[in-house]
């Protein structure tokens, strides 16, 4: 796996609105070699790159997203709540997004945001899309809050790089990463502990952090042993890639 020690949040969601081509190719100019966005499953099985369970917040619509269908959400403004530069901007298909981040030569780490049981119904879709379209393996980690989702992956594809992700290190998690194989734990970075980070190191996985903005906010993080960060804004951080 090609890591890098920087990954945009969401594209580089503090640069241009989040979970859009324009926050993307945003991180891309910073000099990001990875971002991080999130693909949700909608009506009719439709694949958007979008976070939210409402419309509210990133777009000009209404209602629940997992309602809603892909003519709908493709016919949203999804930038005009960042600024003005962004008016008009679209919410991404997943198939627009893998494009765009393999055409700016980027490794990519799609989250998998669904709360839902149905992950048999789910998940292979989302798994059909990334052979169809997706090249290099080793610029690809699949992360979610969704074990089942996971594990899922894991049984579909066994070669893909896994990633558990969490608010908190739950005590379970080193049998939770081996019986998916996985290749990190993701982890928000404010209630990790050393001892936890150093026993996630320990037994030989990768540990990537979210979401921190200011470079000392996770300056000891990098002693523990984080291989990298995730942020709304890579320009914090761009001075480690050197």
């Known amino acids: 796996m090609q ?71 493709l016919s949203l403004d ?11 901007e679209k919410v991404p298909t997943l198939e627009q997004a893998l494009d765009c981040i393999q055409s700016l030569g980027l490794g990519l780490n799609l989250e998998i945001k669904y709360e839902g049981a149905d992950v048999e119904a789910v998940v292979p879709p989302i798994l059909a899309v990334l052979a169809e379209r997706w090249q290099d393996n080793e610029k690809l980690l699949v992360s979610s809050f969704n074990y089942a989702a996971l594990e899922m992956c894991f049984k579909v594809n066994p070669l893909r790089h896994l990633a558990y992700l969490v608010e908190e290190v739950p005590s379970d998690w080193l049998l939770k990463l081996a019986a998916i194989q ?29 979401t921190a903005n200011e470079p000392d906010l996770v300056a000891q993080h990098w002693e523990w042993g984080m291989d990298a960060v995730i942020t709304d804004d890579p320009r914090q951080f761009m001075h480690l890639e050197h």
């Open 3 to 73: 890591l890098s020690k920087v990954i945009g949040h969401r594209g580089a969601a503090g640069l241009a609105p989040e979970n859009t081509l324009a926050s993307i190719r945003a991180a891309a100019e910073v000099g990001v070699k990875w971002v991080e966005i999130d693909v949700y499953p909608i009506a009719q099985g439709g694949l958007v790159i979008f976070h939210d369970d409402t419309l509210e917040r990133c777009t000009n619509g209404s209602g629940l997203t997992l309602d809603a269908n892909l003519e709908t959400i």
């Open 78 to 88: 999804a930038g005009a709540w960042f600024g003005e530069a962004h008016l008009g």
């Open 182 to 210: 996985a290749y990190s734990l993701n982890c928000y970075y404010l209630p990790l502990t050393e001892e936890q980070a150093v026993a996630v190191k320990s037994a030989g996985y990768k540990l990537l952090c979210y």
